[in-house]
């Protein structure tokens, strides 16, 4: 599976992006979908995950409230629409997928990592 980021920019604090994560190869729609970020000089975190068929997502608590995570499995294409956008949310992001349970996601065990997209955030 190939993935590939997208939609990331610059942008001042309090406006809003929306990352979009195109998928190729295998079938999309049999993965569970997260998006991560690494800040400069940090260590790779998790941001949302979501599964198969969109029943459920979940968030770390730093997003929680202004972003969403969502897909599009006819177009195999996930996104992350991203709110209130602050400086600390400034970090290349990453889409990535598993086959691994959903709960895993957020340990960042993924099967398949996309190039990432960068984000900034201007105070």
């Known amino acids: 599976v190939q993935l590939q980021a997208s939609g990331g920019g610059l942008v001042q604090a309090g406006a809003s992006l929306r990352l979009s994560c195109q998928a190729s190869g295998r079938t999309f729609s049999s993965f569970h979908m997260g998006w991560f970020r690494q800040a400069p000089g940090k260590e790779r975190e998790f941001v949302a995950a979501?599964?198969?068929?969109?029943?459920?997502?979940y968030y770390a608590d730093a997003v929680k409230g202004r972003f969403t995570i969502s897909r599009d499995n006819a177009k195999n294409a996930g996104y992350l629409q991203m709110n209130s956008l602050k400086p600390e949310d400034t970090a290349v992001y990453y889409c990535a997928l598993t086959l691994q349970p959903l709960v895993a996601v957020r340990h960042g065990g993924m099967d398949y990592w996309g190039k990432g997209t960068q984000v900034t955030v201007s105070s």
């Open positions: 979501i599964s198969t068929r969109s029943f459920t997502s």
